[in-house]
């Protein structure tokens, strides 16, 4: 099946600090998408990107759809204590139906 | 609007015993997914559903049934824990197949 490779695993940032995540994979993908999920909660989604080279903007948040369609990134500006949480992202594949793959996720600690 | 609701929260099961997962959602979503979270694993697949009556297998299928008489619920049956079933277990739905998914609070499962 198809895999994606998130990274950082974790980061230990200040706050006031800029944080940037990315995803990559082998393979190409139609749809890819950011959640963030809260300790103790399910996942909430953040942005979705559906065209290659597409940019995108949430508030404080920045996520692009990589041109190649093999990878996407996701910027946070400024972090603010309650960024802390686990940041996903999934992609669908041309093949997989409506299956979502999830990246391994990255575990965002802010200091105060 | 409760969104996507899971019972229970917390269980604890002896090696062989059985039991179901409730899963409802009140938005009316023809898709639902039953996912599991590993540590540092992400989310993977274990059934989804595209409507009432209608169920398929995702990435980790085995040990678990599903249902889905009602368009609301789709509970997940276990039918022997194993130690290998020790997860927190996440329901989602969603209005289509475009990747957005909405997730339930989590469900954590503990086999002894």
């Known amino acids: 099946g198809q895999q994606l490779n998130q990274s950082p695993q974790s980061m230990f940032i200040q706050e006031g600090e800029d944080v940037s995540m990315n995803c990559t994979s082998s393979?190409?993908?139609?749809?890819w998408l950011w959640y963030k999920q809260d300790p103790g909660e399910g996942p909430v989604l953040l942005i979705a990107l559906y065209k290659a080279g597409e940019l995108t903007s949430n508030g404080r948040l920045t996520a692009q759809f990589g041109i190649t369609r093999k990878d996407s990134f996701l910027n946070i500006s400024a972090s603010i204590p309650s960024d802390v949480g686990i940041y996903f992202c999934?992609?669908?594949?041309?093949?997989?139906?409506?299956?979502?793959?999830f990246g391994g996720g990255t575990r965002l600690m802010v200091k105060p | 609007n409760a969104g996507v609701t899971q019972t229970p929260k917390f269980r604890i099961l002896k090696i062989g015993q059985s039991m179901t997962l409730q899963c409802a959602q009140d938005?009316?979503?023809?898709?639902m997914y039953w996912y599991r979270q590993d540590p540092g694993m992400g989310l993977k697949l274990i059934y989804y559903?595209?409507?009432?009556?209608?169920?398929d297998k995702g990435e980790v299928p085995n040990g678990y049934n599903v249902s889905r008489s009602t368009t609301e619920d789709f509970p997940l049956r276990l039918e022997l824990a194993a130690p290998s079933q020790t997860s927190v277990y996440f329901c989602?739905?969603?209005?289509?197949?475009?990747?957005?998914?909405?997730f339930g609070e989590g469900s954590r499962l503990t086999v002894l």
């Open positions: 989602a739905s969603s209005y289509d197949t475009s990747g957005e998914l909405f």
């Open positions: 393979s190409i993908f139609n749809t």
């Open positions: 559903s595209v409507g009432a009556g209608i169920t």
């Open positions: 999934a992609g669908l594949h041309p093949n997989a139906g409506n299956m979502l793959t």
């Open positions: 938005m009316n979503h023809n898709y």
